[in-house]
């Protein structure tokens, strides 16, 4: 089966750094992905990594180990609008695109 | 403007009533998807569609139904079947870039069985 962990509450300060871990389990991996989703709105996408290493964009970087299998998102630079859920998606074996979510970290930040 | 749109935003249902959720789509995208999720938890992928006239189960097929009739169009409906239909439903779609794994979200349907 294909399963995800990752933290399911953190706290930072504005103009902090955060660090949001992702572990998977996957019969097959094609990439790991990021999606943000504020209270009551729509996933958006953030940050793809189908190989190793950190992919940055603007304030977010995504990380990729996949001898690990494990990822991060670091968002930098934090602001107040950046409260909320992360979540971390692989594609799913089979089905065209299909993405396993795993059950998000709410971030919160603090003035 | 490209995007994808979901009506109603807001649903109740009674017991034993199936409602049907729409989605739309003007992005020209192949592949749909539509999701659930409860409270504090992560999307679970109900049924997909790559193309006209195909759909695939996913993982929490049981008491739903779909149709897709048209590129743009990927309506779901619950049926009285889904014992407990309660939840925040997402509609999805994708080009099918498989470099980006990106999928595009429309607003949401928030279903309340009263």
């Known amino acids: 089966g294909q399963s995800l962990e990752q933290p399911s509450e953190v706290t930072a300060v504005e103009g902090a750094i955060v660090q949001i871990n992702c572990t998977y389990q996957?019969?097959?991996?094609?990439?790991l992905s990021w999606y943000q989703q504020h209270d009551g709105g729509a996933p958006t996408f953030l940050s793809y990594n189908a190989l190793d290493g950190l992919e940055e964009t603007g304030r977010f970087s995504s990380f990729l180990s996949r001898s690990d299998s494990y990822g991060y998102l670091l968002l930098q630079e934090l602001q107040m609008k950046d409260s909320a859920s992360y979540f971390c998606?692989?594609?799913?074996?089979?089905?065209?695109?299909?993405?396993?979510f795993g059950a998000g970290t709410r971030l919160a930040v603090h003035p | 403007d490209g995007g994808i749109t979901q009506s109603p935003k807001y649903l109740f249902r009674k017991e034993g009533q199936n409602v049907t959720l729409s989605c739309e789509q003007n992005?020209?995208?192949?592949?749909m998807y539509w999701y659930r999720q409860d409270p504090g938890q992560g999307l679970r992928l109900i049924y997909y569609?790559?193309?006209?006239?195909?759909?695939q189960k996913g993982d929490i097929a049981e008491g739903y139904s779909v149709s897709r009739e048209k590129k743009e169009s990927f309506p779901l409906t619950v049926t009285s079947a889904q014992k407990n239909p309660t939840a925040f439903y997402l509609c999805a779609s994708t080009i099918g870039d498989r470099k980006r794994n990106e999928q595009f979200f429309g607003p949401g349907t928030r279903l309340t069985v009263l």
């Open positions: 569609s790559q193309i006209v006239n195909d759909f």
């Open positions: 992005l020209n995208h192949d592949a």
């Open positions: 996957t019969s097959g991996f094609y990439g």
């Open positions: 998606a692989v594609r799913g074996s089979g089905g065209y695109n299909k993405l396993i």
